[in-house]
């Protein structure tokens, strides 16, 4: 039972990313670098440009897209803003070709504001 779980787990998940990475081949952006493994439920972006993760991830929640600030991730001597991080362990395919293009749009006003 387990073995059946975790193998429709897996196809879900890769699903899921194999979506992200289309989504993305359609929405790139310059400054920014994508990581987007084949399977496993979280991606990475990184910016490129300076940006107010604070308020980027403000504008997003208030788009009901949450992000993880990945500032919480790194020891206080390597601690950056510039990366964030997305799961797609809770969000629906139609979710993810709705919000990336957000994602994107929103990352690039709050790197110009800067």
Known sequence: ???QYSK??????????????????VNRHQ?????????GFFACVKVQQ???PDNA????????????????????EYRTSE???ISISKTSEES????IPIVVSVLNRC???T
Do not use: H
Request: glycine share 4%; proline share 3%; charged share 25%.
């Open 1 to 3: 039972m387990f073995d």
């Open 8 to 25: 429709r787990l897996r196809e879900l998940y890769a699903r899921r990313m194999s979506i992200l990475q289309e989504v993305l081949a």
């Open 31 to 39: 400054d920014m670098v994508w990581n987007v493994p084949e399977s």
């Open 50 to 52: 300076p940006i107010d």
């Open 57 to 76: 991830l403000k504008l997003l929640a208030a788009q009901g897209i949450i992000l993880l600030d990945t500032r919480t991730c790194f020891l206080n």
């Open 83 to 85: 990366y964030f991080r």
């Open 96 to 99: 993810i070709r709705r919000g």
């Open 111 to 113: 790197m110009q504001r």
